[in-house]
């Protein structure tokens, strides 16, 4: 007995394929995209310590 999908079957695949996909992307950029805004702050943290105010 051979297997076929129907294309209702095969646009329902790509449709979660492409909703999970999209997911784990938006996921990943989002938490690359805070690690790097971290350390952007922590490095102006680090500027901002080093460098001492005249008024102190």
Same mark, same amino acid.
């Given at each position: 007995?051979?297997?076929?999908?129907?294309?209702?079957?095969?646009?329902?695949?790509? =449709?979660?394929? @492409? *909703?999970?996909?999209?997911?784990?992307?938006?996921?990943? =950029?989002?938490? @690359? *995209?805070?690690?790097?805004?971290?350390?952007?702050?922590?490095?102006?943290?680090?500027?901002?310590?080093?460098?001492?105010?005249?008024?102190?």
């Amino acid at each position: 007995m051979e297997k076929t999908f129907t294309l209702l079957q095969t646009v329902a695949a790509a =449709g979660v394929f @492409s *909703a999970v996909s999209f997911w784990y992307g938006f996921m990943f =950029g989002r938490e @690359s *995209a805070r690690k790097e805004l971290g350390d952007l702050i922590e490095d102006l943290r680090r500027r901002n310590l080093n460098t001492s105010s005249p008024h102190d």
